[in-house]
């Protein structure tokens, strides 16, 4: 998890956004103070759970993850380090940069928690997808999680620079869902690109980087990122199946989806039906 220098094209891409008054928000000193520790060669449970165990807030949302039904205990977690070895280190550290990136990025208008909770239902979804096609797939679902938390968060970052970004759904307090892309266009900007840039500044694996970048795109056999854009799209494709809200990309990119996650057109109906069964028990 150490810092990674930026190549020389997302050093550009980086300086032009800054230049252009985007600002990336920086990691919040938990995130840093957490990865310090696991990068100690005396790094230890212990010392992790004391240091959550300093913020009541962040102690709040694991109490809440950890006895939620999915975990199914039979008695209430209330310690961080048996929270931490129900959970294990990467799915907490994954819940901490989400918690993190929520409040780095936003605040509490009415707009931006619309935002979360969807980004938040599109994790939750990918994360039940990766966790159903695992043999065929190697993305575990706190990966496939993380992804979907970041995937979009260049959104609220453009939304706080150009104040017409999306200028619709902040009218209809996240009712009215715009075509991002399109946004785009109108300003002359790139969201995928800030929160690829936002993932590679906080330290995501290379691969959810590039999904991040590439989540609306088709992408060639072989790139590294293929997997995860294809459990992405899926989920984006259940989310607005759910929401009642319209298709813009998927028959674009369901075939190679599909193949790529090991499914078929035979059994699709039942496994989405699954997927959002499962979504449904555990939130």
Same mark, same amino acid.
């Given at each position: ?19 252009g008054g985007i600002q990336i928000p920086p990691q919040p000193a938990i995130l840093l103070e957490v990865e310090k520790l696991l990068n100690s060669p005396r ?9 959550? @165990?300093?913020?009541?807030?962040? +102690? ?76 065929? +797939? ?15 968060? @260049? ?10 970004? +999306? ?24 969201? =995928? ?15 959810? +980087? ?11 056999? @072989?790139?590294?990122?293929? =997997? ?38 035979? @059994?699709? =109906? ?7 069964? =499962? ?5």
């Amino acid at each position: 998890m150490a810092n990674r220098p930026l190549t020389p094209e997302d050093q550009k891409q980086f300086d032009d956004l800054i230049q252009g008054g985007i600002q990336i928000p920086p990691q919040p000193a938990i995130l840093l103070e957490v990865e310090k520790l696991l990068n100690s060669p005396r790094n230890n449970a212990n010392a992790l759970a004391k240091l959550i @165990g300093q913020d009541p807030g962040l +102690c709040a949302v694991v109490f809440r993850v950890v006895n939620s039904p999915f975990y199914g205990l039979s008695k209430p977690i209330d310690n961080i380090s048996k929270a931490l070895v129900v959970l294990g280190i990467n799915q907490l550290v994954n819940l901490i940069k989400g918690i993190a990136l929520r409040h780095a990025i936003g605040g509490k208008d009415a707009v931006y928690e619309k935002f979360w909770e969807r980004s938040g239902d599109i994790a939750a979804l990918s994360s039940v997808i990766a966790g159903k096609v695992i043999s065929a +797939c190697n993305i575990s679902p706190d990966q496939a999680y993380m992804a979907g938390l970041f995937h979009e968060c @260049g959104v609220p970052i453009l939304m706080q620079r150009f104040p017409d970004y +999306c200028k619709a759904f902040r009218l209809g307090e996240g009712r009215n869902w715009p075509d991002f892309r399109e946004e785009d266009r109108r300003f002359n900007t790139d969201h =995928t690109v800030v929160g690829y840039l936002v993932a590679r500044h906080w330290n995501l694996p290379d691969f959810a +980087c590039q999904a991040i970048r590439y989540h609306h795109d088709r992408l060639h056999v @072989g790139h590294t990122a293929l =997997t995860l854009v294809s459990i992405l799209q899926m989920a984006r494709h259940l989310y607005h199946k759910m929401a009642g809200l319209p298709e813009t990309q998927w028959h674009e990119m369901q075939a190679q989806a599909l193949e790529e996650l090991g499914l078929g057109e035979e @059994g699709l =109906t039942e496994f989405e039906e699954d997927v959002v069964d =499962t979504f449904r028990q555990e939130n």
